[in-house]
């Protein structure tokens, strides 16, 4: 299915789904570039700024299962040695078993290890005490903040204090009807 092209901030995104995640991620407090490079065979839909580039692929699908199928060959193959993070139609919220966290799985993310292992698994959505921000965490992986590099086992991983589906609907009101309709010339 065709995304509906969307204006946000300034940008044209090729679907509302890519709009709303850079809504969400303006919400959280973390710097986008959207389609910041060419590799190989793959354009990355988002890069977040973090301590270390964390790529982001957007992908219409529901479940973690589907967004890996969807994504992550293309991003295997690319080249990209670093972290990336895929997401889909929505934040996973139902999904979380991990640490009691009620905020639900942000997406899947490929985690590089200490060992250089990449392995996939849920990321799941936490406040670092270090950095004071909303961050990721791999779930099976490192526990290392994503955002400013902190990490103490898991003594840094604060539960947020708000909730990632009212984040969700909140990135969702500033892109809803906004470039409903194609630009014209």
Known sequence: MAGIPTLYDGAWF????EARHAALF??????????????????????????KPLLVEV???VSTEALLVAAGSKIEASGWKGEVLIVGAS?????ATHWNNENGVFG???????????QWGNAIFFECVFCKRFSLFH??????????GGWDGDKHLNHPNVSLR????????LVQWKGAFPRKG
């Open 26 to 51: 303006d919400l959280l407090g973390w710097p986008w570039v959207y389609e910041p490079s060419d590799l190989k065979y793959y354009i990355p839909d988002f890069s977040l700024t973090f301590y």
């Open 108 to 118: 899947l993310l490929l985690d590089v290890g200490w060992d250089e292992t990449p």
């Open 14 to 17: 090729r679907s509302r789904i």
């Open 139 to 148: 779930e099976t992986g490192s526990y290392h903040c994503r955002v400013c």
């Open 166 to 173: 009212t984040l969700w609907n909140k990135a969702g009101s």
């Open 91 to 95: 934040p996973q919220l139902e999904l």
């Open 59 to 61: 992908k219409d699908e």
